[in-house]
C-alpha cells in the first residue's frame, strides 16, 4: 500500500503544541490493518524526540506520551514514544514497532521518519519473527480458548499477522492491510468476513464462525511462515545501531525544541 498523508478531520490539529518534536505519527489499528467497525476509534501512534536540553541531570526523560481525546463524536488514542525507546524496541525484535513505523496512513512525517522507513527493513532479525509467532500464539489463544465461535476480531488478527510476516519475508515490504492481504493470497473466506465485519462491534462474534475450518486455515499459515523463515537470510539479532544512532543525536541536538514534527 502506498503512504498516504491522512487528515481524519483534521487530526493533526490535536497535536499542536505537543511537548515534543514529532518524527512521526500514524493512523494504527483498525483503520492501518482494514478492518473493524467504520466508527471504530482512531488510535494514532508515533515518535517524538526529547531535545537534549529537556533530559534530566540523571538521564532520564519522557519515554512515552498517552492522551485520549473525544473529537467529533468518537474516541482518538495518541500514543507516542520517543526516538531511543523506539529504537530499542525496533532492534530488539519488536514487530509492532516495525509496522507502525510503515503505516501507510501518515498524519504527521519528517526527513527523519523517510530516514528510519529506509534503514529499518535492513535491522530486521530472527527475533521480529519470534515476535510475530507469540503474537500469533496470544490470538489464537483468544480465539480458541472455550471452543466456541471465536470472536471476529481476534480471528483476523491471528490471519493478519501471520500473512503480514509471511509477505514480509518474500517480498521486504511491510502491508498490514488485511483485504490486501488476504486478495493477494487469494483467501475468499476471509473477504467475505470482512465484509461482515464492518457492521460489527469491535469483539463480536462471527454468525458463521466455523472453529476446526479456520484451525485448519491457520495451521497451513503457520507452516508457510515457518518455511519462509527458513529459506530467508536473518541475523540472530540486531546490536549496532548504526542509522538509528545517528538519527537519535541528530534529533536530540538539532531539531527544534517546539514543533509539531511536519516536514522537518
Known amino acids: 500500500m502506498q503512504d498516504v498523508l491522512v487528515d481524519y478531520e483534521h487530526l493533526e490539529n490535536l497535536l499542536v503544541g505537543y511537548?515534543?518534536?514529532l518524527l512521526y505519527v500514524s493512523a494504527c489499528g483498525p483503520h492501518q490493518q482494514g478492518f473493524g467497525p467504520a466508527d471504530s476509534r482512531v488510535e494514532l501512534r508515533g515518535v517524538h524526540s526529547v531535545p537534549h536540553s529537556q533530559i534530566s541531570p540523571d538521564g532520564s526523560f519522557?519515554?512515552?506520551?498517552?492522551?485520549?481525546?473525544?473529537y467529533k463524536n468518537g474516541r482518538v488514542d495518541i500514543v507516542t514514544l520517543d526516538i531511543e525507546v523506539f529504537n530499542r524496541m525496533l532492534l530488539g525484535g519488536d514487530s509492532r514497532a516495525l509496522e507502525d513505523l510503515y503505516s501507510p496512513l501518515i498524519v504527521v512525517t519528517s526527513a527523519v521518519h523517510s530516514l528510519l522507513k529506509a534503514a529499518a527493513t535492513h535491522y530486521v532479525s530472527c527475533t521480529h519473527f519470534d515476535d510475530y509467532q507469540k503474537r500469533v500464539q496470544h490470538w489464537k489463544g483468544v480465539c480458541f480458548a472455550d471452543g466456541a465461535a471465536a470472536p471476529t476480531h481476534a480471528l483476523l488478527q491471528v490471519y493478519r499477522i501471520?500473512?503480514?510476516?509471511?509477505?514480509?519475508?518474500?517480498t521486504?515490504?511491510?502491508e498490514t492491510n488485511l483485504l490486501a492481504l488476504v486478495r493477494t493470497a487469494n483467501l475468499s473466506h476471509l473477504e467475505s468476513m470482512l465484509d461482515g465485519d464492518r457492521f460489527e462491534k469491535e469483539f463480536g462474534r462471527h454468525p458463521v464462525c466455523d472453529p476446526g475450518f479456520h484451525k485448519h486455515q491457520i495451521s497451513q499459515?503457520?507452516?508457510?511462515?515457518?518455511?519462509?523463515?527458513?529459506?530467508?537470510t536473518?541475523?540472530?539479532?540486531?546490536?549496532?545501531?548504526?542509522?538509528f544512532g545517528q538519527m537519535l543525536t541528530f534529533s536530540r541536538f538539532y531539531l527544534p525544541s517546539s514543533s509539531n514534527g511536519t516536514d522537518q
Open 162 to 170: 501471520l500473512l503480514t510476516a509471511v509477505r514480509f519475508l518474500r
Open 221 to 232: 499459515l503457520e507452516a508457510e511462515l515457518e518455511s519462509a523463515m527458513s529459506n530467508a
Open 62 to 70: 519522557e519515554e512515552l506520551i498517552h492522551r485520549s481525546i473525544y
Open 19 to 21: 511537548p515534543y518534536p
Open 172 to 174: 521486504g515490504d511491510v
Open 234 to 243: 536473518l541475523s540472530e539479532s540486531q546490536s549496532d545501531e548504526g542509522v
